[in-house]
Structure formats: C-alpha cells, structure tokens
C-alpha cells in the first residue's frame, strides 16, 4: 500500500490547497455504471463551477442552496460551490414549507437543482425571488461531470477560489428540541476534519469509500467525499442508501471502506445472509460508524460478517464532523466506546464549567481548529455554547484512565423518571442482547406522577417471534427495575429523520404513547 499523502497537503487550509497537490491521474469520483471522474478532472470541474458561479454574480461566501439527488453530481457540486462560494445542502425531500424555512433563514442567493428533476423548491425560489441555478450531468461524461445554467449574470463582490477563513459550508443543527441553528464551517475548520479523519483510518491513495450517506449530511459530505478524496483516495457514489442494493454496490466498487450510521449497518446486516457469494469477494479494509451510538452487538456482527475492523467515531456537525474515534488495529478498540481525541481536544466539564477528572461523568467539551467559531446570528445560542473557549457539544460522558470517551447520553434525551436518571443507551443495549431484538430505541414518555417513564421500540429479526412481556423481563433480568420500559412497542420499522438517525425525543408523541 502506498504513503498517504500526508506531506503534500497536510497543511492545507483550504479545499483547493487540499486537492491541487494529488495524483491527477487518479480516478476521484465514480458511480454505477460510469466511468470514473480522474482528480484533473474533478479540479477541472471545481475550477468551472467557480468560473461559472462568478459569471452569475456569486462569490466567496454567498449563500448558494444545493437540492440536488444523492449521487456523484451531488459530490462534485458540493466541492465546486465550497470552493468559490458558501455550500448550503438541503435535503432534496423537504417539503414546500420547509424549503421556505431553510432558504429564508440562510438567506440564499441561489438555489442549484438538477435540470429535468421537479421539485417544490422550484416553486418556493420562485416565489421568493431566489434564482434557480439548473445542474446539468454529461450524461456520456465521467461520473460527476456537469455544466451549470441560469438567467443570472453579474460581478460577485468576491470573486475567485475561496480562502481559508472564508465560509465554505452552512449547515443547520437537527432542531429536535428548539429552532435549527445554523452552523457556519470555514474552509480550515473542513480541511482540518478531512487530515483528522484520513490521519485516524490510515487513508491512502488506494483507498475506495462506498458512500452510501446522504450529502446534505456532515457525516456524508466530510467523512464520505472530503476525507476520502483529500487523500487521493476514491469514493464511489451511491444514489441513496438502499438496503437491498448495496451487496450490488460492493460488488461493482470493490470499496476498502464505508462510513454509515448504526441504523444503516443494522439494516445491511439483516441482507447479508443472503449474499454470502457477495462477501466472498468483497475485501473490506474497514467499516466506520459514526452519528449515533453502535450497539457492541452490532458492531460484533459487522465484524464477523465482513471480517473487517469497525471503527467507531463520535461527530457533530459544529465539529465540521470528526471529534473522537476508535484507533485503527493495533491499537485498542473498545466496543461501547468513541474513542479517542481525534482532532480537537476534548474534556468533560460539570455544569458551572469546572473541567472534571477522568472517571468522573458530565458534559463533553471540546476545542480545536476543525470547530466552529459560533452559531450564525445567534449570539443567545453562543453565550451557553462557549465557556472559556470550550465549545458544549450538549452529550454526556466519561473518559476513561486511557482517554477513551464512552457517551452515556444526550443531555436533553436521558430520562428523569422521579429523580432517577436513566442513560436511553444502556437500555438499548440489554434490549440489543435479546435475540429476537434486531434494532431498539429507548426514549422517554410522559407520566402523571414520575414527570417521565421509560419506553422502547422494537424491531424484531426476520423469523423471530417475541412480545412486549417476554422482552420486558430480559431486560428487568439485566438492568434495574427502574429502568426497565414499562412499555415495549414492536414495530416493522423505527420511524427516523432525514439522514437515517434515529430522534428520542418527539418518539412517544409519534407512537401515540403520550395520552
């Protein structure tokens, strides 16, 4: 295997400086039955997409909305606005009101969707006087390759490839519990995630990333496009994730990796018994999990299935993605926990700010050049997000005498059932020890005399059978009696947000547990 390019762009601060040092010659984008875009070309393409940006009157950090399907165009896209102006990915199944929430509050200049694809965004730009920027694919052309079109012309006040404090990526948080904020990311704070992630995985130039995330996501577009491709590497777009397609995908990409979130590896689990000629000739390097927590159990399974290390890794988007993660072998992993520091630093702080000793449970905090400067016109959010420069991160947690970071829990998800405080995870866990118990979720639901009580979803593995009492008592037989779900609901599927993460809060309201 060859040397990362590590001396040649490692002290890139934007993301031309990143990429213009590579292999040109090496493929950078593909896709299902296209041929490769090379990194000359997707230079090329980036280089275009500014000029063409520029003619339009956009500039360095002008808001431009990205609608666009999941795919090689999506990712070259993504890296050709951030490169001349400020990327705002949507997610291309948002509803009419929603995309007037989102293009409203970013305040955006332009909005690029795919010519021949209807969208209610069109008719939302529209009404809002935002110009439609049409992305055209060469359908005969490299995976990636397009041309931009729009009736707008003009002189952007910054015109040119964009610098390294300059805004390459707005994102909005998920809003579970209050207003989305919205997540300025300069083009340091992206190039720094990109080194962090390439320096924690050993990535090289003959590294191919499977993505199968969506690139409206941070998860996507940083650990999926950015990482992979910073390092000379290849990735392989997916259209979306699909469950029954990807075995198909291994087979044509011939991936060394792929980064999903637990619920995707869960589901790609339940089809793999049924494409063992598949496994057979599939050679993972590694698979990576980040987004939310990776059940031990399925991260034992993953790795049994696919013979390949999983590394768990912990990430937010005010983060610009990567914070912690399990080394690579031979390095210790330990199931059940994030990891190392990778990238910034990171402490546990108590609730007056005092930084708190290993072993000893409280916030996550942490510092470093990949994370954000603060939320967007939002100085209340930043006055309780910052204390003497540690950034909150909102997640309960503990690190332990080697500095691994176990996650015990999203403040705002555990559960306060009379006092008592129950961490939605460890119940997850025992649930997950069952054998008929496929994927689980514990949240909280409302009780007229405790405030909250303990709840769960279920999804039962194919051919199991269970109940909401069987399942009951083998959790009470492996967690305390208070924390135990008063009610297990079995479901076909567990209902999730946009980008395949399951949300606690707001679940016993969906389930119709809240009455």
């Known amino acids: 295997m060859t040397d990362a390019p590590s001396d040649s762009n490692a002290d890139a601060k934007t993301l031309s400086e990143l990429?213009?040092?590579?292999?040109?010659?090496?493929?950078a984008l593909g896709a299902p039955g296209r041929p490769e875009l090379t990194l000359a070309g997707l230079r090329a393409q980036i280089a275009r997409t500014g000029e063409q940006l520029n003619s339009f009157g956009l500039g360095r950090e002008d808001g431009v909305?990205?609608?666009?399907?999941?795919?090689?165009?999506?990712?070259?896209?993504?890296?050709?606005?951030?490169?001349?102006?400020?990327?705002?990915?949507?997610?291309?199944?948002?509803?009419?009101d929603?995309?007037?929430?989102y293009l409203q509050d970013l305040e955006a200049q332009a909005v690029v969707v795919q010519e021949g694809v209807d969208s209610p965004v069109r008719e939302v730009a529209q009404r809002l006087n935002v110009p439609l920027v049409e992305l055209q694919p060469e359908s005969d052309g490299p995976a990636g390759a397009f041309n931009l079109a729009a009736s707008i012309n003009g002189t952007p006040e910054r015109p040119g490839e964009a610098g390294p404090d300059d805004v390459g990526l707005v994102l909005h948080t998920s809003g579970t519990t209050s207003r989305p904020k919205i997540v300025p990311l300069r083009q340091r704070n992206l190039t720094a995630t990109a080194h962090n992630i390439r320096n924690t995985l050993n990535l090289t130039s003959e590294d191919r990333c499977l993505n199968i995330m969506p690139l409206f996501h941070i998860h996507g577009v940083m650990a999926g496009i950015l990482a992979s491709v910073g390092a000379g590497g290849c990735t392989w777009c997916s259209p979306g994730f699909n469950a029954m397609q990807v075995f198909g995908w291994l087979r044509e990409a011939k991936p060394s990796w792929y980064t999903a979130v637990p619920t995707m590896h869960q589901?790609?689990?339940t089809r793999a018994g049924r494409n063992a000629d598949v496994l057979a000739?599939?050679?993972?390097?590694?698979?990576?999990?980040?987004?939310?927590?990776?059940?031990?159990?399925?991260?034992?399974?993953?790795?049994?299935?696919?013979?390949?290390?999983?590394?768990?890794?912990y990430g937010m988007t005010e983060a610009a993605h990567q914070m912690t993660s399990n080394p690579m072998p031979p390095q210790e992993r330990k199931p059940g926990s994030v990891g190392l520091p990778a990238g910034p630093e990171v402490a546990i702080m108590d609730e007056d700010g005092a930084l708190l000793a290993m072993g000893q449970r409280g916030e996550v905090v942490i510092r470093g050049n990949n994370v954000t400067d603060g939320y967007r016109n939002n100085p209340e959010a930043n006055a309780t997000a910052y204390t003497r420069g540690w950034f909150r991160t909102g997640d309960q947690g503990v690190l332990d005498n080697d500095g691994y970071l176990t996650i015990t829990g999203r403040l705002k998800e555990i559960i306060n059932r009379g006092g008592e405080k129950i961490s939605p995870r460890e119940v997850d866990e025992a649930l997950l020890l069952h054998p008929a118990v496929a994927q689980a979720v514990t949240f909280a639901m409302p009780h007229d005399r405790l405030g909250e009580e303990v709840a769960a979803a279920v999804v039962l593995r194919e051919g199991e059978e269970s109940d909401e009492r069987?399942?009951?008592r083998f959790v009470g037989e492996r967690v305390a009696d208070f924390k135990t779900p008063r009610r297990v609901v079995i479901l076909e599927e567990i209902p999730k947000g946009a980008t395949g993460k399951i949300q606690r809060i707001g679940l016993a309201e969906k389930l119709g547990l809240t009455k």
Not at 98 to 101: A, G, H, L, M, Y
């Open 19 to 27: 990429l213009a040092p590579l292999d040109g010659n090496a493929p």
């Open 65 to 96: 909305a990205i609608v666009l399907p999941n795919g090689a165009e999506m990712a070259a896209a993504f890296l050709g606005v951030a490169n001349a102006a400020t990327a705002a990915p949507l997610n291309p199944g948002y509803r009419a």
């Open 98 to 101: 929603e995309f007037e929430f």
């Open 267 to 269: 589901l790609i689990l």
């Open 281 to 313: 000739e599939t050679n993972l390097r590694l698979i990576r999990s980040s987004s939310s927590s990776l059940p031990p159990t399925v991260m034992a399974e993953l790795e049994e299935t696919f013979g390949a290390p999983v590394i768990e890794s």
């Open 470 to 472: 069987a399942i009951r």
